[in-house]
Nanobody
């Protein structure tokens, strides 16, 4: 498994922007599709976005389409989630995850083997 560490969370006003990062170590980063999930209080963990191993394919949950952008820098072993036009309902703990499987695009947590510890994103109204 690959080890993942998120950073960059924080408090931002509605309409603002924030970028969270996910640093990977331990295995070959380019062997993994990278995903972002989030979990709000008293809610289940939900898929946000995923990027393929090559970076050519990206998939997003409908509520974040057009506002969030997932990317990766294999030279830095890091994945990113840029979040624009943030809304209070985006408030959650954001987790990055790595998948070695070809089914990563489904956005199912069970397809991801490695998880970070999460970073809190709070959007104030």
């Amino acid at each position: 498994q690959v080890q993942l560490v998120e950073s960059g969370g924080g408090l931002v006003q509605a309409g603002g922007s924030l970028t969270v990062s996910c640093a990977a170590s331990g295995r070959t980063f380019s062997d993994y599709a990278m995903g972002w999930f989030r979990q709000a209080p008293e809610k289940e963990r939900e898929f946000v976005a995923v990027i393929s191993r090559s970076g050519a394919l990206r998939y997003y949950q409908e509520p974040v389409k057009g506002r969030f952008t997932i990317s990766r820098d294999d030279a830095k072993n890091t994945a990113y989630l840029q979040m624009n036009s943030l809304k209070p309902e985006d408030t959650a703990v954001y987790y990055c995850a790595a998948s070695p499987r070809g089914t990563y695009y489904r956005g199912k947590p069970s397809d991801f083997d490695s998880w970070g510890q999460g970073t809190q994103v709070t959007v104030s109204s």
